[in-house]
């Protein structure tokens, strides 16, 4: 499968606490995104970062990429209440033009 | 611009029926795709439209799916028949060259199979 895989399936925190969630992917890629998925509704794209890219900022969300460990990170800071979905990665898997999606985490933000 | 657009949002439907879903990719968009999403295998991609052209149906799991785009602003997933494994969420995504990669998702199409 070219699926990446999210760690921790799910994950549970208070509010105002950072989220982190890790995604493992299997081949190489030209980019990797992240998306968010609420409660019985389509994805929404979060970021995006490149293979050359290292780390990637966005409001709250930093994003990593660790190419040689076929890794990256996703980084909520101050979490709200607001920010708990379901987050995605997804990889090109080195086509540039198709996506596979990982198995996703579960988050949890407790007001 | 209204997005991607799916119907029908709910379908409830007897094994051996035939199913179709649509789908209107977002103007100006040359890329689409159709996924399903089920808790046993997360997020699959079913096939994959570039310029209305198939590029990349390896996904579609069996003779009985089939997906068309006649234009730039349609598409159909059709299953036929239907069996109750294929009770999952369908979701049609559309991008765009201008958009480096991302892709916008409609709210999906809830298919149950009885």
């Known amino acids: 499968s070219q699926q990446g895989e999210e760690d921790p399936q799910a994950l549970s925190i208070q509010e105002g606490e950072n989220a982190t969630m890790n995604c493992s992917y299997k081949?190489?890629?030209?980019?990797l995104q992240w998306y968010r998925q609420n409660s019985g509704r389509g994805l929404v794209h979060l970021i995006l970062i490149r293979s050359n890219e290292r780390e990637k900022h966005s409001g709250r969300l930093r994003v990593t990429l660790d190419t040689s460990k076929k890794s990256s990170s996703l980084l909520i800071t101050a979490s709200r209440a607001a920010d708990t979905a379901s987050y995605f990665c997804?990889?090109?898997?080195?086509?540039?033009?198709?996506?596979?999606f990982g198995t996703g985490t579960s988050l949890t933000v407790i007001p | 611009d209204a997005g991607v657009i799916q119907s029908p949002r709910h379908e409830v439907t007897e094994m051996g029926q035939e199913v179709t879903l649509r789908c209107k990719p977002i103007s100006g968009h040359n890329s689409l795709f159709w996924y399903r999403q089920t808790m046993m295998r997360g997020l699959e991609l079913l096939i994959y439209?570039?310029?209305?052209?198939?590029?990349?149906d390896s996904g579609m799991p069996e003779d009985r799916f089939s997906a068309k785009m006649p234009n730039a602003s349609f598409s159909t997933l059709k299953i036929q028949p239907s069996e109750p494994r294929d009770s999952a969420v369908y979701f049609c995504?559309?991008?765009?060259?201008?958009?480096?990669?991302?892709?916008?998702f409609g709210e999906g199409s809830r298919l149950t199979v009885l």
């Open positions: 997804a990889t090109d898997a080195g086509t540039g033009n198709q996506f596979y």
């Open positions: 995504a559309s991008g765009g060259q201008g958009a480096a990669g991302e892709l916008f």
């Open positions: 081949t190489s890629i030209n980019n």
């Open positions: 439209f570039n310029n209305n052209v198939p590029i990349d």
